[in-house]
């Protein structure tokens, strides 16, 4: 079977920052205008009041300091608190696609591959757009790429799927040169007039090309040692918003529409997971995880990184062995993991090796062991 290596990375970021002050400031106000609202009802003991948000449990629960958005205006109102969004006639590329052409594009230029030469085009991130066309195939038509396409959606762990996917189109022949893209708007799924969840996500989308080696041009190759997913059910994070909400006759705006989690038991539960699947992932390459010179993990909690990498390797982690993006991105779903790999592989040389990490909703892990090629 051939050799795959990743060859190219693109990244688009979104135009507006929103910072944690900014955040705090619009939540607390919509909270003000709230419980002004429901005064009677507060003072009458039938509802409770709503408890505003503060800039320092953000940075000390999460180590989240700003975030990227594709439109600021309308999270940060505090009579709307969630995006606007223009709704797009079929004619035009849709917003996802957008995105994903940006961060693509990026991508074939650092792989120095064209659009031609990409044989599958896999679109996987934590929500989709529509339920079809899958988002893939108009990514595919926009950019010029020849194949297939398809959508996948593994939550947070959609990019590290993906990648074995494409590595194994590579490995059985069925693609030579796949695109691996993961337009990520979770400024729309997340429910930003709740306290405990309010500041954790941000808008990015990533792009990665999967090739046979022996037809990768880049100076920038990283074969693929080896790739591992787990999944195990959990209600712990989920959204129920889906196409059979209308047959439920269910109210589209209810809070279980949007992303919720119970935040401390993820947190307990995900770091020896996480931690167990890298060891064991390595251990099936004969590699000790003290031998990685770098861990890109998802980027979700910043004390939650640090327990996984201090279990693998015994030691205080520094952001030398596992790279923080999270407190100037924030949480980006899929995504970031491979924002940590596109901004954090430059000074690795020829030999190195690291581990690609996700842990999402499901709960779902995947890992991708990379090597340097020099
Ligand atoms: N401002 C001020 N105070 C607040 C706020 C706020 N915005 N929110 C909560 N508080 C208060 C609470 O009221 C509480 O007060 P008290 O102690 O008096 O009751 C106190 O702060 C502590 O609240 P929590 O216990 O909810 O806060 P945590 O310290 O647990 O922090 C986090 C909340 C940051 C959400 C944290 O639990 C966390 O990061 N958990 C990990 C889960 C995660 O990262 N989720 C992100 C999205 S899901 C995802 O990306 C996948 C993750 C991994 C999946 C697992 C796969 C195996």
Known sequence: MPEVVISGTGLYRPPHVITNAELVEAFNAYVALQNAQHAAAIAAGEREPLVPSSVEFIEKASGIKQRYVIDKAGVLDPQRMYPRFQERPDDQLSLMAEIAVDASRQALAAAGKRADQVDAVLCSAANMQRAYPAMAIEIQQALGAGGYGFDMNVACSSATFAIEQAANAVRAGSANCVLVVNPEI??????????DCHFIFGDVCTAVIVERADTATSADRWQILGTKLAT??????????????????????????TFRQEGRKVFKEVVPIAAAHIEQHLASLGLEPTAVRRFWLHQANLGMNQLVVKRLIGQEVTPDVAPLILDEYANTA???????????????????TGVICSFGAGYSVGSVVVRKLS
């Not at 979770?186 to 306290?195: I, V, Y």
């Not at 970031?336 to 020829?350: K, P, Q, Y």
């Open 186 to 195: 979770t400024s729309a799924h997340l429910e930003w007039r709740d306290r």
């Open 232 to 257: 195990q059910f959990s209600n712990n994070i989920r959204n129920n918003f889906g196409f059979l909400n209308r047959c439920e006759d269910s109210d589209p705006n209810a809070r279980d529409k």
């Open 334 to 352: 899929s995504a970031g993991s491979v924002i940590a790999f596109h901004h954090h592989r430059a000074d690795l040389t020829g030999g190195d």
